[in-house]
């Protein structure tokens, strides 16, 4: 049987004999702005479903680490990944995000579905010229709205420079 993966569209007939495991190494890999090296996985293939564990990445800023599933028992695939990324250089200072990811699909479909919630810690943010925050921490979730997405962040907390600004919800 051929199978068009491009079309997005593929029998699962041909996936669910297929078995494999082992460890995969990529010396770099790019995602919109994002660019990682040394990425690497633990990965176990069982039929229409694969495991990947122990994701490890290097960032131009930071370092991110995670857990993914992929489910390809559908014609349209589906992904669920739960990691964090540390130390990502953010107005001066550095974030670390905490939380998990689902999307199906492929390409701008892909991206267009990804519904994202976690957490998010900074360090010595300036988000303005007078606004210095030596912490910030808060609960976000995203969501896909056209073709940027949507940040919701919730139990928003910041810590200024000069003294605690206090805590809000938006």
């Known amino acids: 049987k051929e199978c068009d993966w491009s079309s997005d569209v593929c029998s ?3 996936l669910k004999a297929r078995k494999a495991e082992g460890t995969i190494s990529i010396a770099s890999a790019t995602s919109g ?3 990682g090296r040394e990425v690497k996985a633990r990965v176990q293939w069982d039929g229409t479903a694969a495991h990947f564990t122990n994701i490890t990445a290097q960032l131009d800023s930071g370092a991110a680490t995670g857990t993914m599933d992929v489910d ?3 014609p349209v695939a589906k992904y669920h990944l739960e990691g964090s990324v540390n130390s ?3 107005h001066g200072g550095s974030l670390d995000l905490t939380g998990t990811v689902d999307a199906e699909g492929i390409g701008d479909a892909l991206l267009s579905s990804a519904h994202a919630e976690g957490t998010v810690r900074g360090r010595n943010i300036a988000f303005a010229q007078d ?3 030596r912490t910030f921490s808060a609960a976000f979730t995203m969501q896909p709205l056209g073709t940027a997405p949507r940040w ?3 139990n928003v907390e910041a810590n200024a420079l000069q ?4 805590r809000a919800h938006v």
Do not use: M, P, Q
Not at 163 to 166: A, D, E, L, S, Y
């Open 72 to 74: 390809l028992a559908t």
């Open 152 to 154: 919701k962040l919730t």
């Open 131 to 133: 606004a210095d925050f």
């Open 88 to 90: 990502v250089a953010y």
């Open 33 to 35: 702005e994002w660019k």
């Open 12 to 14: 699962s007939d041909l």
């Open 163 to 166: 003294g605690k600004i206090g």
